[in-house]
Antibody, heavy 116, light 110 residues
Framework: QVRLVESGGGLVKPGGSLRLSCTASGFTFSDSYMSWIRQAPGKGLEWVSYISGSSYMIYYGDSVKGRFTISRDNAKNSLYLQMNSLRVEDTGVYFC?????????WGQGTLVTVSS | NFMLTQPHSVSESPGKTVTISCTRSGGSIASNYVHWYQQRPGTSPTIVIYEDNQRPSGVPDRFSGSIDSSSNSASLTISGLKTEDEADYYCQSYDTTNRVFGGGTKLTVL
């Protein structure tokens, strides 16, 4: 059974940092393209970042470029998102998702709140 | 970069058919696959159509997808509407370095 479990969300002040994790099971993680996708309260989905299985290809959305860093540890079946210089507008639920034919699997999400 | 534009909301009665559009601006709709997701309140999105018109296992055949190059748009059609279909629906596509979601369409089945 495919499972993605995010963790690491919480309350942080503007300008602060947070590191999200996503633990995968039930599929060959090292072969999988993975993304972080976020959803602000009451708003739509926004793609944040993407990483290929070998970490050779990494891309970011314009709103997070230069502030967020995606990475993975295939030995631990884990995906990460290091978020620095956080802004109020980064508030939302952050999902990790496996990309195969579209985003086939999604985690339950972890809430990040940026507020003073 | 490109954008995908969806209507904010649509509504229809149970048993009827509804179509949700997704128009691409910046590039051809046919150049990259379009995927569709359903999101019920408080839950994670689930994919209902992948690669323009393919249905994942477990998705009812009431759901179908298509693309129209003349209008540069993709469409999600749900026939025989049920109250359980009430949800937000998102289209999504990509290019070499980006993944893009449409703004989402709230489907009300009343």
């Amino acid at each position: 059974q495919v499972r993605l479990v995010e963790s690491g969300g919480g309350l942080v002040k503007p300008g602060g940092s947070l590191r999200l994790s996503c633990t995968a099971s039930g599929f060959t993680f090292s072969d999988s393209y993975m993304s972080w996708i976020r959803q602000a309260p009451g708003k739509g989905l926004e793609w944040v970042s993407y990483i290929s299985g070998s970490s050779y290809m990494i891309y970011y959305g314009d709103s997070v470029k230069g502030r967020f860093t995606i990475s993975r540890d295939n030995a631990k079946n884990s995906l990460y998102l290091q978020m620095n210089s956080l802004r109020v507008e980064d508030t939302g639920v952050y999902f990790c998702a496996r990309e195969y034919r579209g985003y086939e699997q999604w985690g339950q999400g972890t809430l990040v709140t940026v507020s003073s | 970069n490109f954008m995908l534009t969806q209507p904010h909301s649509v509504s229809e009665s149970p048993g009827k058919t509804v179509t949700i559009s997704c128009t691409r601006s910046g590039g051809s709709i046919a150049s990259n696959y379009v995927h569709w997701y359903q999101q019920r309140p408080g839950t994670s999105p689930t994919i209902v159509i992948y690669e323009d018109n393919q249905r994942p296992s477990g998705v009812p055949d009431r759901f179908s997808g298509s693309i129209d190059s003349s209008s540069n748009s993709a469409s999600l059609t749900i026939s025989g509407l049920k109250t359980e279909d009430e949800a937000d629906y998102y289209c999504q596509s990509y290019d070499t370095t980006n993944r893009v979601f449409g703004g989402g369409t709230k489907l009300t089945v009343l």
